[in-house]
């Protein structure tokens, strides 16, 4: 099992900067961060796989970029421009191999999400 530890969040003031980092404990492949606000539903925020391609969601292109450094199993979501509407908990996702019933398979990690708060 890999973990995954999220750190950087914290208040900022709308039109402010925060930059989230995720660290794996092992190799991980496509990565995630997620974020899920009170009362709704977890959504994909940004996704970038091994090879650097990524994808975003409509309300934060433009705004975040999501960037890894795979030497050190770490991702990151540099988030610009915040809005009180990208208030939420954002927690890091990640796929990694293993060896399971005899053969290697990819599995999914959480972190234990981390709290970002956008607010004057």
């Known amino acids: 099992q890999v973990q995954l530890v999220e750190s950087g969040g914290g208040l900022v003031q709308p039109g402010g900067s925060l930059r989230l980092s995720c660290v794996a404990s092992?190799?991980?492949?496509?990565m995630g961060w997620y974020r899920q606000a009170p009362g709704k539903e977890r959504e994909l925020v940004a996704r970038i796989m091994s090879s650097g391609t990524t994808n975003y969601a409509d309300s934060v292109k433009d705004r975040f970029t999501v960037s890894r450094d795979n030497a050190k199993n770490t991702m990151y979501l540099r988030m610009d421009s915040l809005k009180p509407e990208d208030t939420a908990v954002y927690y890091c996702n990640a796929d990694f191999r293993a060896y399971s019933g005899g053969r290697f398979q990819t599995f999914n990690s959480w972190g234990q999400g981390i709290q970002v708060t956008v607010s004057s």
């Open positions: 092992g190799s991980i492949g496509a």
